[in-house]
């Protein structure tokens, strides 16, 4: 059985970083593309980056130059660092694990942004 735990969520002050991490496990991790999406109030899940399993990412306009997605393998782990943050960043957090065979969301971990 596939699981996705994330952590590092919290309340922030704008300009403010976080770093979230996402362990998983029952997952070959080493093949799967990982990503981070976020879901803000009253709006649908969105994109914010992805990780293949050769390294390459990929990031929503939003967040580029300011988010960045890493792997390490031998924690089967994600992490997304978070800086500059925003208010409009404000969401909950989900990773979310690809592979041929399945595909499987964490539970996701709050981002507060606020003053």
């Known amino acids: 059985q596939v699981q996705l735990v994330e952590s590092g969520g919290g309340l922030v002050q704008p300009g403010g970083s976080l770093r979230l991490s996402c362990a998983a496990s029952g997952i070959i991790f080493t093949i799967a593309t990982m990503g981070w999406f976020r879901q803000a109030p009253g709006k649908q899940r969105e994109l914010v980056a992805t990780?293949?399993?050769?390294?390459?990412?990929n990031y929503a306009d939003s967040v580029k130059g300011r988010f960045t997605i890493s792997r390490d393998n031998a924690k089967n782990t994600v992490y997304l660092q978070i800086d500059s943050l925003k208010p409009e960043d404000t969401a909950r957090y989900y990773c979310?694990?690809?592979?041929?065979?399945?595909?499987?969301w964490g539970q996701g971990t709050q981002v507060t942004v606020s003053s």
């Open positions: 990780i293949t399993s050769g390294g390459s990412t």
């Open positions: 979310n694990a690809k592979t041929f065979a399945i595909a499987a």
